[in-house]
């Protein structure tokens, strides 16, 4: 078996990137397309308007982002926070990637407070895509690169 050299972790903000989404959306690790009824389920389940994140707010994000993966020691080889998703892409630490990406969406989420946001930032949940590989690690960092 490989070993794992990092990862690619994915998160959207609030109602932003919807099951259904025309540009596609993944469900359980798998990349779907667009499926209008589904689409407008989820439209009608929203509770709050969707959050888009400002230039301001995006700095502001990624620097809490930052500084949390110091208490981690994780080296984040790339990252881009954009108005409705965040792509970082992570070397390996021995922590459970469920608790370093709720600990990096708090992050974020703490300081967008502090500077007076009210709201929900983020949707529940993210998606992670392995790298056993220094190859698959530097086409993560690539693809993230794009975003910024």
């Given at each position: 078996?490989?070993?794992?050299?990092?990862?690619?972790?994915?998160?959207?903000?609030?109602?932003?990137?919807l099951?259904?989404?025309?540009?596609?959306?993944?469900?359980?690790?798998?990349?779907?397309?667009?499926?209008?009824?589904?689409?407008?389920?989820?439209?009608?389940k929203?509770?709050?308007?969707?959050?888009?994140?400002?230039?301001?707010?995006?700095?502001?994000?990624?620097?809490?982002?930052?500084?949390?993966?110091?208490?981690?020691?994780?080296?984040?080889?790339?990252?881009?926070?954009?108005?409705?998703?965040?792509?970082?892409?992570?070397?390996?630490?021995?922590?459970?990637?469920?608790?370093?990406?709720?600990?990096?969406?708090?992050?974020?989420?703490?300081?967008?407070?502090?500077?007076?946001?009210?709201?929900?930032?983020?949707?529940?949940?993210?998606?992670?895509?392995?790298?056993?590989?220094?190859?698959?690690?530097?086409?993560?960092?690539?693809y993230?690169?794009?975003?910024?």
């Amino acid at each position: 078996m490989n070993q794992t050299v990092g990862y690619l972790l994915t998160w959207t903000t609030y109602g932003t990137w919807l099951q259904g989404e025309k540009k596609g959306f993944v469900k359980d690790g798998e990349i779907l397309g667009e499926n209008f009824a589904l689409k407008t389920e989820c439209e009608k389940k929203l509770k709050n308007s969707p959050t888009h994140l400002r230039r301001k707010d995006r700095e502001i994000v990624q620097e809490a982002i930052l500084e949390a993966a110091k208490r981690f020691k994780q080296n984040i080889r790339a990252i881009a926070v954009c108005s409705n998703h965040v792509h970082m892409v992570c070397e390996y630490v021995d922590v459970p990637i469920n608790v370093l990406t709720g600990y990096y969406k708090n992050a974020g989420r703490k300081a967008l407070e502090k500077i007076g946001y009210e709201g929900k930032v983020w949707t529940r949940g993210y998606d992670k895509r392995f790298c056993f590989s220094e190859d698959e690690l530097d086409a993560r960092i690539n693809y993230v690169r794009k975003h910024q």
